[in-house]
């Protein structure tokens, strides 16, 4: 079973931030907060990751909680091929599940 | 970032035979690589892990004598459907990861099975 809570769907307007939000409070010391996106019919997408610090990379930031039981992903300006679905993983080496995500819609 | 590949894309068979699906890290030797399932408007499913020169891991429910995996070299995994039906239709995905430092794992585009 996922490790993770997401809310089912977001809608952004486009060119404003989108937080999406990730509840995690069974993570242990050793696992992964990983973020992946899917476009219709294709691989996930590797996002960004992190274990407690806050991250940031090209394609959005990653902020986690001091007690690390939530994290969010922000996507500063969305455009509308932003538009999929965003998956939340919990992960230690040999296990990698994927919850049911947040299916992101951005609006022009 | 890393390059995955599977081939083929898409295969449409006949019930009963067997298909093979080949997942390839193109720039970086895979140690772990992982196998999902996803059926319309779901999630992507595990359904083994798989380490180099190991025998694949399955998870529960998933029958390894139907799903076949073999992770012979760095580079490539197979995953054989054998005596395929048509519930076995399914959009399958690969991951694979170098098994250094925190291991991201980077995903196949996947591989649309019909099964008539």
């Known amino acids: 079973d996922a490790k993770t809570t997401q809310p089912p769907s977001m809608d952004c307007a486009e060119g404003r931030a989108a937080n999406l939000p990730c509840n995690h409070s069974t993570i242990s010391g050793n696992e992964y907060v990983y973020w992946y996106r899917q476009i219709h019919s294709q691989g996930p997408q590797y996002i960004i990751h992190?274990?407690?610090n806050n991250e940031t990379n090209e394609m959005a930031s990653l902020i986690i909680t001091e007690d690390r039981k939530s994290s969010t992903l922000i996507l500063p300006h969305a455009t509308l091929r932003d538009t999929a679905v965003y998956y939340c993983i919990v992960r230690d080496y040999n296990d990698m599940r994927f919850g049911a995500g947040t299916r992101l819609t951005v609006k022009p | 970032g890393a390059v995955v590949s599977q081939h083929p894309s898409r295969v449409i068979c006949k019930s009963g035979t067997s298909v093979k699906i080949e997942c390839r890290s193109l720039d970086f030797q895979a140690t772990t690589m992982f196998w999902y399932r996803q059926f319309p408007k779901q999630s992507l499913m595990l359904m083994a892990t798989?380490?180099?020169?190991?025998?694949?891991?399955?998870e529960q429910g998933v029958e390894k004598d139907k799903f076949l995996i073999n992770h012979a070299s760095l580079t490539l995994s197979t995953l054989t459907v054998t005596s395929a039906h048509p519930e076995d239709s399914s959009f399958y995905i690969c991951s694979a990861g170098s098994g250094s430092g925190t291991d991201t794992q980077y995903f196949g585009p996947g591989t649309r099975l019909t099964v008539l």
């Open positions: 798989s380490n180099e020169g190991s025998k694949a891991t399955y």
């Open positions: 992190g274990l407690k």
